[in-house]
């Protein structure tokens, strides 16, 4: 191994550089954010630089944006939505299809509110270009490998070769299974727990040609099936890619099972028939992609004096509520404020983010497993859909004494804690409501009932 050395910065006597770790999609909008502050800023990325070659690893090839990223995007330079919004395609709810293929649409929200499918790849690029306006340097195929906390030094790979650089500020932003954590966690500084739950997940492309057969293409469509579900989300070539969340084993329909052309070909005629004439070689790419796993973790300590974890490092979490990618660009925007509050002095900065930050992002992962009971099971119970159309209405008549738990989440900045407990509180109204059997769609908006619900409404507000 080669000698300790400064970064390349420090060498020319310049002011010392703030590493960040991983030009992800958190890594390379904090990489603005810390640029327009006026800090000389280098990122270390373990992978070649993205622009000269598309690749996922694995992971989804389009992702929904909403408020809160959008939000961030718009905090760290004005011109970033537009850039990205110009290849989006809006999606303004759920596209239900059964198993007999019959369509039921369930909308986002009752004021015509939507999330934007983006392209993964198209947005990383997209911030890795603006931060580079920006000044900030890029270091691709430079892999960190271990870190030293209390020499404030960071050992890193790049072309075979070992070095150490000095990182008295570090942002590691590199991901769910982040080394810079590991490597603290085994200098005792932090502990981690990665949840990974039983279900694994594949992507399938439906060609253009093929997603013009699919109806609505301004919608996230779901094929919801109880233990397991697929979902495909519009691309703006107008081709769709979708994801089948199942078990990896130990379930009568697992991944595990589908182990030939046959019975691939099989699960889908079953379970998902009118997918079929969308996906054409299924068995085929269904073999050649990988089947990928899905975790939460959970970080007991962030802010290491100069030192922080952030983003999916911090706080990964399972994809369900689209909201992985959202709360880590809302993490950039948090802690850009606090810089500005504490006038720089990062420690100080760090330490406030992860005491406060910490419990929005343990709501938002318990929110995200609801939610893929939500989208596998209940979008195909009758209850439940009677249950999203009272809501509705509800939010209608009420704006400002109900709002549903999903709009809360996906279009406004309320901190997700308090998004998840104002949700428990409605949906412990509307479980009084649902235990009346004689609610159904005609008569739910009788008088009596609208009384009964205000009543409940006023309660719940304090308001009697
Ligand atoms: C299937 C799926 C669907 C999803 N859909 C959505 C969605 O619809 N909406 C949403 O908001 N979120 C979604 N997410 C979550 C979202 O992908 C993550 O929250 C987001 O990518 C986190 O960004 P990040 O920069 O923290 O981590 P990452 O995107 O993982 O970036 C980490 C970066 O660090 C680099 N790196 C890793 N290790 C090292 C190392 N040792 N040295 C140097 N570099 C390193 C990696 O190469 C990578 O570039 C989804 C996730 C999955 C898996």
Known sequence: MQKSIPSPVDMENKQPSILIAGAGLVGSLLAIFLAKRGHRVQVLEKRSDPRNHGHNEGRSINLALSHRGLRALEAAHIDLPKHILAEAVPMYGRQMHNESGQLSFLPYSSTNECIYSVSRSGLNNCLIEQAEKQGVEFLFEHHIEATDFSSRTIQVLHDGK??????PVLCAADGVFSKVRLSLEQ???????????????????????????LHMQTALHIWPRGQYML????????????????????????????????SVTNFFNTHFPDTLPLLPNLPAQYFAHPTSSLANVFTDRWAFDSWLLIGDAAHGIVPFYGQGMNAGFEDCRLLDELLSIHHDDFSRAFSSFASTRKKDTDAIARLAMDNFIEMRDLVADERFILQKKIESALTKAFPDQWKTLYSEVTFSDTPYHEAFLRGQKNQRVMDQLMQDATIDVNRWQEKEIWERMIKQIEKWSGKS
């Open 162 to 167: 070992q070095m150490v650089l000095t990182a």
């Open 187 to 213: 200098q005792y500084l932090c502990r981690s727990t990665l949840e990974k739950i039983d279900h694994g997940y594949k992507e399938l492309d439906i060609p253009i040609e093929k997603g013009m057969l």
């Open 231 to 262: 979902i495909a989300l519009p691309n703006f070539d107008g081709s769709y890619t979708g994801t089948l969340f199942l078990p990896f084993a130990d379930e009568a329909l697992s991944f595990q099972e589908l182990k030939d052309d046959q």
